[in-house]
């Protein structure tokens, strides 16, 4: 596919609002499944907050314990907290809709006979490794999935965040289960109702649950970040493995496909408050702005 690109300098600057909201100031898609579990999911972060700070941490008798234990726990929640709200919030590079029309490709500036791909779906013009999600209902480039926990898709803007998403909450459920067994041991040596502001069934009923959570999220969450970061080395999004799709691109090296997700190596790259340093130049025509 011989693309031949034309600059393009006021394009969707207004027109463009669907999956927008805030006045177009924040990307938000509209699907109630998705809102359900994004909701969710904060519901099941806050629950392991009230049980690791009120049954565990709070009562501990032991302040050097209680204290370093308090701030690497609240830190990690936050972090995973942001990451979700980041990746939720953000366009994960959303194809305009509705830019196939033929003024516009003249005004990209196409060649009669020149190859291009349009999506029937949304009416617009593909880029390489674009696909089109039926929830969305956008092509979105660099597509890896829809996830509906954090209400969005994965892709090429908000791949860094998912991952730290999957970082953070992978590290408070390891961290959450290390605390209950050691909690488990401290009641057992002393007297339960010592050991919890509560009683010994409820005491008993939230630090089982909180285990059955952190072991399922551990779980599911470890998965997706290898799983991630597998994609990301080899340069491949999880659509296009699936599909199994022959790699039209000229593939980049790991160092530098790990750049193009999180920047050069900073300790920017566990923050989700920054956004990548060295994003590669771009087309704006393919781009919502």
Known sequence: MDYQYAPLPTMMSSGDMHNRCWGGRAWCVKDICGIVCAILTWMLILFAEFVVMRVILLPSPNVIFRTINIIIFQSFAFLAFASHVRTMLSDPG???????????????????????????????????????????????????????????????????????????????????????????????????????????????????????????????????LVTQLSAIFNDQTGIEQLKKEEARWAKKSRLKSIQSVFGRFSLAWFSPFTQPSCKAKFDSHFYSV
């Open 94 to 224: 959303a194809v305009p809709r509705g830019n196939a029309t033929k003024e516009m490709i003249l005004q990209m500036g196409y060649r009669e006979g020149q190859m291009l791909f349009k999506c029937p779906k949304c009416c617009s013009i593909k880029p390489d490794r674009a696909h089109h999600c039926s929830v969305c209902q956008r092509c979105i480039r660099k597509m890896d999935h829809h996830c509906p926990w954090v209400n969005n898709c994965v892709g090429e803007n908000n791949q860094k965040y998912f991952v730290l998403f999957t970082l953070y909450i992978a590290l408070i459920s390891v961290h959450s289960m290390i605390l209950v067994v050691n909690q488990f041991a401290e009641c057992v040596k002393s007297e339960w109702r010592l050991c919890s502001p509560y009683s010994p069934p409820a005491t008993v009923f939230l630090l089982l649950f909180l285990t059955f959570e952190a072991l399922l999220f551990a779980v599911f969450t470890v998965i997706m």
